[in-house]
């Protein structure tokens, strides 16, 4: 059964990761222009992490009529929440990004978040380096360099210069925050595991559901602000529903 979830997880997260992309430009080269919605798609998959989440309570209620309907302590589901408003904050910088760049060049670029979580997870959760892991940060450091250098031979049509450096910026940053929202997601599981307890997948769907939720009303609040839901809905907008799910 571990093994299953193991799969099917890692299943959803290449369906969403390859698939993603891949629409939201799709989304920018057919005129559409809502940053804050494209985030928003992000996360906004993460009422389907209440069915293992309810799959889980109910085992628990099985063995024992007294379990808790949550396994998380409340001091960590408030640390989720925080990392939730990081990640939707996140989102939002990767979606504008993706309005500049081509997706082979933010593939790339957001590829070094590798570099930024080896850098953090280091500082952080005291994660030892490997000769592996530096000569892959390496090559995508120097992947990145390379594409700095030719700013006009990949921008999309209508982008200009300033505009293209704006996405390559904001790519990497979104590759630095994603880089410390990892270790500091390893090191909350950590803490919620102290004791000498294991991290059970439960604990980690609890944590992956409030962090969805937060990173959703974050966007949320970002389309408010900058009105999309008075936009009219376009057909473009139908094409990201079989994807909104990128973090399952």
Not at 114 to 125: D, M
Not at 167 to 176: E, I, R
Request: hydrophobic residues 55%; positive net charge; contains cysteine.
């Amino acid at each position: 059964m571990r093994r299953l979830l193991v799969v099917l997880n890692c299943g959803m997260l290449a369906l969403g990761t390859t698939a993603g992309p891949l629409l939201t430009r799709l989304y920018y080269d057919k005129g559409g222009q809502r940053q804050w919605l494209s985030a928003w798609l992000q996360s906004v998959g993460w009422p389907l992490l209440l069915l293992p989440v309810a799959a889980s309570y109910a085992a628990r209620r099985a063995r024992d009529r007294a379990a808790p309907v949550l396994l998380t302590p409340p001091r960590v589901l408030l640390a989720a929440a925080g990392l939730g408003v990081a990640t939707g904050a996140d989102n939002f910088i990767y979606a504008y990004s993706l309005r500049y760049l081509p997706v082979s060049t933010s593939a790339i670029l957001i590829s070094t978040q590798l570099a930024f979580t080896v850098f953090f997870a280091f500082l952080i959760v005291r994660q030892r380096l490997t000769p592996a892991t530096v000569n892959a940060v390496a090559l995508l450091t120097a992947g990145a360099a390379v594409l700095g250098l030719h700013v006009s031979s990949d921008r999309p049509a209508g982008v200009t210069r300033g505009k293209y450096l704006l996405g390559f910026a904001l790519a990497l940053g979104a590759a630095a925050l994603y880089g410390l929202i990892l270790p500091l997601v390893e090191l909350t599981y950590k803490r919620a595991a102290g004791g000498g307890r294991a991290v059970t997948y439960a604990l980690v769907m609890e944590m992956q559901l409030v962090m969805g939720f937060f990173a959703t009303v974050f966007c949320t609040v970002g389309m408010i602000i900058d009105k999309d839901f008075q936009v009219r809905a376009q057909i473009s907008y139908v094409a990201y529903v079989p994807v909104f799910q990128e973090q399952v």
